[in-house]
């Protein structure tokens, strides 16, 4: 029964993940920090990657 809570407990990691954007940056594919998610609820990127994204254009 243990090995069942814990089954549940990674289906509800998985549902939060399909809920606030997902823990893991979708272009470098590193894990996102907790803090950052906690930060940006939605953010998709991780920090580096979010900069960037965000810089382009600005010029070099
Ligand atoms: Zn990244």
Request: net charge positive.
């Amino acid at each position: 029964m243990e090995e069942a809570a814990r089954l549940s407990g990674i289906e509800q990691s998985r549902r939060a993940c399909a809920g606030t954007g997902c823990a893991i940056c979708i272009t470098c594919e590193e894990p996102i920090p907790v803090a950052r998610r906690a930060a940006v609820p939605h953010a998709q990127r991780c920090t580096g990657c979010q900069q960037h994204h965000e810089g382009v254009g600005r010029g070099r």
